[in-house]
């Protein structure tokens, strides 16, 4: 376990199952060269593409404060781990998407997997694109879903307890059921 007490300026690549705290960021990628090897911590800004398609990283975690993900980022798992997170992933996120706190995550480019909640009524998903997987269940719903302008596609079951279409020029198209209220 490393623990990075400033930023970080060039590319991380984990050639082991290790983890590394940024918390000031990383100006660089970061890759593994194992598939599902190497867990990053964050807040902070990465400039970088997280991972590939081909060799994602097993596991990205947005702690306490902003985190800002400027390019497509492949993971098995990214978590919202702290109530405090406030994360805007730019590019497509790649992976299963969890929330273990309350925080926010804006997916601008949309969310290739799933996206769950440790608990109901906890975790705000700002959506722009699509989501292919599962949101939420009917029993950990997320707290809230929120469509801007912009053209959105949820594939499979959507859950939460509230979702805001906030932006008269938001188009949505779900694939399965909704759940939840409609503001």
Do not use: C, E, H, W
């Amino acid at each position: 376990s490393v623990i990075a007490g400033g930023p970080i300026t060039g590319a991380v690549k984990f050639t082991a199952d290790g983890r590394l705290t940024a918390s000031n960021g990383i100006t660089g990628a970061v890759t593994t060269s194992v598939n599902n090897t190497g867990t990053l911590n964050l807040p902070g800004t990465v400039t970088g593409q997280l991972g590939t398609a081909a060799l994602p990283l097993k596991a990205v975690n947005f702690d306490t404060g902003v985190t800002t993900l400027n390019l497509a980022s492949f993971a098995t798992n990214f978590t919202v781990a702290d109530a405090a997170a406030a994360v805007t992933a730019l590019g497509l996120m790649t992976g299963d998407v969890g929330f273990a706190a309350d925080g926010t995550l804006s997916a601008t480019s949309g969310i290739a997997g799933a996206v769950t909640t440790s608990a109901n009524n906890a975790g705000t998903l700002n959506l722009a694109g699509t989501v292919t997987g599962t949101v939420g269940s009917t029993a950990l719903a997320l707290k809230a879903i929120i469509f801007n302008a912009g053209t959105y596609a949820l594939n499979s079951a959507a859950n939460a307890i509230n979702f805001t279409v906030a932006d008269a020029g938001a188009i949505v198209t779900t694939s399965g059921p909704m759940t939840g209220a409609l503001n």
